[in-house]
């Protein structure tokens, strides 16, 4: 299974609305997780099973999608949402990531 | 505190060997699956390998690129779990995470990841 997730960086503002796009080589229904990585630090889980905000992550933070086709949308960016953001296939060995996609402030 | 603490990064020739070290505490980590990622300079995030819960029958398996020179150990006393890399290349090159591998309802999701320690393979 491979992930291309889309664009590969962005620029925004504080206050925005983003959204990142994943899409799977093959059908992987909703076996798909997004984690957020900063500088130096080890990623942070946002979203599991597609959809589903993992305990403690701001509701700014979104996902959807099934099948192939899966995005990640923050609404409202904050300061702190400035980070690399990746999409994680797990249903399966080997585990793949997406690229990831650099979010940076305009 | 539940937490994972990785160790054991250095700079190492071509060719050399290296053991790194992921120790849990605040919880038993051969109920889980751990699973160790890297992530080279500048670069996204690769999976490794991974070892299955006891439950599982404590499997391993390996990404690819480092089958058959990377090996996962387990010390149970210690709640500890070590990847062996041997033959060791410059493109091994990278910091290298332990996670653990959470089950909710047979949905999959890396909850907790260890700092990363660095390896860097170098002449």
């Known amino acids: 299974i491979q992930l291309t997730q889309s664009p590969s960086s962005l620029s925004a503002f504080a206050g925005d609305r983003v959204t990142i796009t994943c899409r799977a080589s093959?059908?992987?229904?909703?076996?798909l997780a997004w984690y957020q990585q900063k500088p130096g630090k080890a990623p942070k889980l946002l979203i599991y099973?597609?959809?589903t905000l993992q305990s403690g992550v701001p509701s700014r933070f979104s996902g959807s999608g099934s099948g192939t086709d899966f995005t990640l949308t923050i609404n409202g960016l904050q300061p702190e949402d400035f980070a690399t953001y990746y999409c994680?296939?797990?249903?399966?060995?080997?585990?793949?990531f997406g690229q990831g996609t650099r979010l940076e402030i305009k | 505190e539940v937490q994972l603490v990785v160790s054991g990064g250095d700079l190492v020739q071509p060719g050399g060997s290296l053991r790194l070290s992921c120790a849990a505490s605040?919880?038993?980590?051969?109920?889980?699956?751990i699973e160790w990622v890297r992530q080279g300079p500048g670069k996204g995030l690769e999976w490794v390998a991974v070892?299955?819960?006891?439950?599982?029958?404590?499997?391993?398996e390996y990404a690819a690129s480092v089958q058959g020179r990377f090996t996962i150990s387990r010390d149970d006393s210690k709640n500890s779990l070590y990847l062996q890399m041997n033959s060791l290349k410059t493109e091994d090159t990278a910091v290298y995470y332990c996670?653990?591998?959470?089950?909710?309802?047979?949905?999959?999701?890396?909850?907790?990841w260890g700092r990363g320690t660095p390896v860097t393979v170098s002449s």
């Open positions: 996670a653990r591998d959470f089950d909710n309802q047979g949905v999959w999701f890396f909850d907790l």
């Open positions: 605040g919880f038993t980590y051969s109920d889980h699956y």
């Open positions: 070892s299955r819960s006891k439950a599982n029958g404590a499997t391993t």
């Open positions: 093959q059908d992987i229904s909703s076996y």
């Open positions: 099973g597609a959809s």
């Open positions: 994680q296939y797990l249903r399966d060995y080997p585990i793949t």
